[in-house]
């Protein structure tokens, strides 16, 4: 199998004022593509961090990432925004779409990004649409959608440039159960019919049993 | 209630620049708004100083006019009201000459007892020898034309007084306050009052009385009765209050029009930053209510935060506005009162303090409470769990209003009657800017639907969605407002003062001649001797008359010139629409008249119309038969009428027609009349002197424009500021999906450019509304000017917006590309 992310001798840690936290402590973790990662561990164990290190929205105190056998640490800002938009997809907790663009914007957005022109993805939209059932509610913005909804709007969004990688984080902590059980079910889904490699962070076991692979975190380490 | 108030210092400390702002906007406002009430009891005082240097206090003045027997007459008719008077003074003027080297020089010579000038019009010496008693050969001159010839105090000077050469002792050299207060060329001079009777071969008679009522509410009746006791004489007030009035609302007026406007800006400036306080601290108000505290003592915590600012802003701005007063005293200041160190001492008391400082506080009170009134009516579990929404939605019938609004206030103007012009019109550019303000959401939308695709060409997708997040965006709506209020603020003081400017060198446009000589007595054969002069190639002799009231009007002609129908159409250059010759011919046809358009405007004059003059002879109808342009209230008639209705038998200018030496024809005409001292202008100087004084009082109107728009830059970058802060997170959202910085910062600036875009055009087009009340309000004030639109120099105020808001988006946007993503994507 071949590994799309490559984490090695990862350490991370924060100076707060005087003191020095050490967040996340000799991480190594290879994730092949096409695996479904469960991140789990209690609250301020690191695996929120370690995560938005993988994507590239935070910079580790040392040690190697690599995405798809590309150095992070090697990349500068332009090389790394390319990244996030063409390798990564990123779906958040409290869903972070942009409130005053509707939902076929939204998920067009990687795609305003990286320059493309919104025409050619029209089929691609319509296609992602129906996958997250949003076909009718296209046209509306964030504040008219439930939470499960917009959640689907912030997965159609980390779809719509075929990323390599789905990034997750606490993808199903701000719902429902039963919306919950929705969004898992979509994100197998796409894991298993789109063959994308998916990275999640969750408190919730029965969100981290849709993974293949479950990596405990606990007080800075891979358990 | 302690822990209230801490709570509030400690919001108003963390926020430092946005309190500062808020502070800043109620200073300014209260101090423009101090400066304003207070201006007009300086420029009153500046007018009196002006003028009562010939009558001081006093209240009624009689004198000769041409139906007066002799020009001298006695004081005992006034005499008997003495008791009802504070004092009577009799005087003698006259004329003297004083011949200094090769140069003769013109005096207006006043014979008074000193001791009544101190009780009228006191006199100050800086230097004084034997002054009393004051009789005889003694002389007290101005302190300037000492200078100027050399005299000194205890020495002689010889002069010519109305024909008779004495030499007379300088007693005394006079400060230039007063009657000492010489304009332009003008020399002044007191000799004792038996010294002028000699002259005049008179014992107690006086050519001019001055007298002051004990009671002031009894003037009128004196002025009737004096009318009937001096029926062939001139009896008048020495000065009206509609005078005063008309020279006070003239530039007063325009003060508190551009005040309006500032309490606006800054009113807006405190409403969106209340908007936004009372947001914040809706989690700790949540707090404070879920203990129990009641919704009025949570108010009390925000109204007392718009106190405090209204109170800090409010005193600041009272003291800050006496050095406001000072800068507008000194430009409105005429300068040959500054030239003559007359500087005008600032007029204010606690009244104008008091009333400044509560405008503050008021201004401060009245903007938060909208807000306030708002976050309370949220019920207490949604502030509890805050879940507030944050976003504002715009009703849709706001459009309407606005533009109801803004078409009205266009409208309305036209059929105001110029009784209430100032106010009503005043109103009506209130009405514009609200309306600006309730259009702009909609607008701003709309605008961005266009630029949308303009942009995505221009710009790539950053520019598109740079567009899409404006749409809603209420920030950027505040921006664009405050702008557009801004711009059209500045853009009107500007166009306006262009205008005038121009208005009064076009008013200069219709003498169509170089030289303007004016003499004693200047009959046929003065003019004669002036085309004999070397360079002088016609002359028009023109008999003028003065301040001719309309009957039952309140407005008089300042200027009636009579035209010669052969020569009219060679010196005068009359916009007659092509008709000129047939106009003119018709002047002699009969008691016709030919009015400038601002007569016209004013009183709303058509060809046709009959109005009636009181001319010396009596009453006397006379039909308008063309209109000129000019901004002057002026008037041609036949020389021939002017003669005998109004009694003329002088010219009171002779106009010239000069070689292309305008200089040294002027020379030559003063040489060759020497003995009977011409005073001789060139229209090119009598134009920059007008020019001069008026660009004084533009540029204090100017600097009150630019107040306008540095709060409303200060807003703009607060409005920035908050702006990004509350985007933050959608930023970092931004950035997760791939966004690189310099796409942010791209996307921010392009922003930022669309809001100086609309704001700019809004504005310019706001600043055109307010231009077209404008002339209206002038109307009001007697002055009605047409206004010349520079639609090229829009462009540049366009330009001006798209700036201002660029640069004040560089700092929050610079910022804003370099967040920190993951504590940006948390935040909520």
Redesign the interface.
Known sequence: MKPVIEVKNLFKTYNLGSTCVDVLKDINITINKGEFISIMGPSGSGKSTLL?II?G??KPTSGSIKINGNELSSMN??EE??????DI??V?Q?Y??????NVE?NIL????????KMKDYKEKLEDILGIVSLWERRHHTP?ELSGGQQQRVAIA?ALINDPEIILADEPIGNLDSKTGIEVMELLRKINLERQRTIVQVTHSREAADYGNRIINVKDGRVS | MAIIFKFMIKNILEKKLRSIMIIFSILVSSALFFSTIAISKNLEEMYLKQISKYFGSAEIMISQNDNSPSPFFSPKGAEKYDDSMEYIVGALKGTGFYKNENQSVKLDIQGVDLDDMEKMNPIVLAEKENTYPFNGKKIIISKKTAEKYGLKVGTTMELDIEGTYNKYFICGIAEPTGYFLEYGKEVCAVVPRDSMEGIYGIKGNVNVLYLKTKNIAQKDFFLRELSSEYSRYQVRETLTNSERSTFVNRISTSFRLMTIVVLFISMFIIYTSFRVISMERMPVIGTFRSIGATKSMTNMVLTSESILYGIIGGSLGSISGIGILKVMVFFITPSWLKEANQYIDMQFNAIHIIGGFLVGLSMSVISSIIPIIIASKYPIKDVVLNKIEKNVSYKSNRIWVGLLLWVGALIIPIFIPSSIAIIANTICAVMVIVGIILIIPKLTNMTIVMLQELYGVLFGNEGILSAKNLRNNKNMINTISLLSIGLSAFLMINTFSVSLIEAIADSFGIMDFQIQVSVENADRSFESTLRSIDGVLDTYGAYEAYSVKIDGKDEEISIIYGAKSDKFMDFFDLDLEGKGEEIVKKLDQGRNIIISSTLKIMMDYEVGDVITLETEKGKENYEIIGFFSTIGQEAFISEKYLKSDMNVKFFSQIYIKSSSDVEGVVERIKDKNQKRFPEVYTVEEMKQDTLSSNKQIMSAMQFFSIIALIIGAIGIANNFIVSFMERKQSFAVFRSIGMEKRQVLKMILLESMSGGIIGGVIGVIGGISLLWILPYIMIGMGLPISINYEFGMYLLYILAGILIAVVSSISPGLKTSKLNIIQAIKYE
Do not use: A, H, Q
């Open positions: 938005y994507g929205l935070d800002d332009v925004s390319e990244m996030r938009r063409r997809g990123f958040f409290f972070n779409l942009i409130p005053n663009l914007e957005l990687p795609i305003l990004l990286d320059r493309k504040r969004r």
